[in-house]
C-alpha cells in the first residue's frame, strides 16, 4: 500500500504569515497574547502555546492593558481596534491581505446604503470582522435555503467569507439574482482557497483512501473534506492519529492524506508515519 501526502495542501498564505509573525515576536519576548486560536488546528495552537502565546477572547481584552496582541489572518471589526487603543495595547496585525480587501468592499458597498449579505459561519471570526465594517447590521446566511427566505427592499450586495465552498456561493447567487431586481455580486472566495477545489478532486480519485486532516473548528476543512467525499466516498475527516480506524485501509493499494488551509504539513506528515507504522508497509 502507498501511501501519498498532497503537496497542496496545508497553510495557505495568510496563515503562514500569522504564524511567522507571532515566531518572531516569541523568540525575542518569550510570550504573546493572540485573540483567539491563531488557526483552527488544535494541535498547531497547543505546539505555539508551549512556545509561549496564549490564546485569549473579547471578554479577556476588555481587561488587558499595555500589552501585546497579535491580530491573526481572520482579521477583527472596528471596535476591536478601539478597545486595543483605549487600553494602552500593542497590535501585531497578521489579519490576512485577502481578508483585509473584503472588509474593504463590504464597508464601502454599505456607505452606499446597500444591503449587505454574507454568506458565512455565523459566529465565525471572519464573518464577525465583516459584519462590524456594518455597524452590525449585514445579514450573515449559509445555506441556498435561507437565501430564498431573505426578504430585503432595497438595493443588495452577496460577498462570501473567503474560506467558503464556490459552488455553494454560485447556488446562492442564481436564488439571489433571480429573488432581487437591485443585485450585486462579488465573488470573494479566496482563490488559494477555491484553486484547491479541482486539486483535492484529481488527488482523491487517484487514491482508494483519503484520509483528510483538519481541526474541527475549521470551515475551510469542512468544505474542502466535502470536496474529497464527493469523489471519493472513502474520504475520512480526522484532527489526529488517534482518529484513525486501520479497517479503513484493509485491502486497499493507495491512501492519500491532504488538509485543509489550517492544517500544519507536519501534522499530515506524522498521520503518514503512523499509518505506515501501523500497517507496516512503506510510504510511497
Known amino acids: 500500500m502507498t501511501i501519498e501526502i498532497d503537496q497542496n495542501s496545508g497553510f495557505c498564505f495568510g496563515v503562514v504569515y500569522a504564524i511567522e509573525m507571532a515566531e518572531d515576536h516569541l523568540r525575542e519576548a518569550g ?40 491580530i491573526r489572518a481572520h482579521g477583527e471589526p472596528p471596535s476591536t481596534y478601539r478597545l486595543a487603543m483605549e487600553n494602552n495595547l500593542t497590535l501585531i496585525d497578521a489579519s490576512c491581505p485577502v481578508v483585509l480587501k473584503l472588509q474593504n468592499r463590504v464597508r464601502h458597498a ?31 446566511i449559509s445555506s441556498v435555503e435561507e437565501a430564498q427566505a431573505l426578504e430585503i427592499a432595497g438595493p ?60 474541527k473548528k475549521s470551515s475551510n476543512g469542512k468544505a474542502l473534506h466535502g470536496t474529497c467525499q464527493r469523489v471519493n466516498p472513502e474520504s475520512y475527516f480526522v484532527s489526529d492519529t488517534d482518529e484513525i480506524d486501520l479497517s479503513w485501509f484493509e485491502g486497499k493499494n493507495s491512501v492519500g492524506i491532504c488538509g485543509a488551509t489550517s492544517t500544519p504539513m507536519w501534522l499530515m506528515e506524522d498521520v503518514a508515519k503512523y499509518i505506515d507504522e501501523q500497517t507496516n508497509r512503506v510510504p510511497a
Do not use: W
Not at 512556545?51 to 499595555?66: M, V, W
Not at 471570526?125 to 465594517?133: D, F, I, K, S, T
Not at 467569507?161 to 447567487?173: C, D, S
Open 31 to 70: 510570550q504573546l497574547y493572540c485573540l483567539g486560536d491563531i488557526v483552527h488546528n488544535n494541535k498547531e495552537v497547543e505546539r505555539l502555546e508551549a512556545l509561549g502565546l496564549e490564546i485569549i477572547n473579547h471578554d479577556d481584552l476588555q481587561n488587558l492593558k499595555d500589552a501585546t496582541v497579535l
Open 156 to 215: 443588495v450586495s452577496l460577498y462570501s467569507q473567503t474560506t467558503k465552498a464556490t459552488k455553494l456561493l454560485y447556488e446562492v447567487k442564481g436564488v439571489m439574482e433571480e429573488k432581487f431586481e437591485d443585485f450585486k455580486f462579488n465573488d470573494t472566495v479566496c482563490r488559494q482557497v477555491s484553486n484547491r477545489e479541482p486539486q483535492l478532486q484529481k488527488f482523491a480519485d487517484k487514491h482508494d483512501v483519503i484520509v483528510f486532516v483538519s481541526g
Open 110 to 140: 454599505f456607505d452606499q446604503d446597500r444591503q449587505i449579505v454574507i454568506l458565512g459561519k455565523k459566529g465565525h471570526a471572519e464573518v464577525n470582522g465583516l459584519v462590524g465594517q456594518t455597524h452590525q447590521e449585514a445579514i450573515v
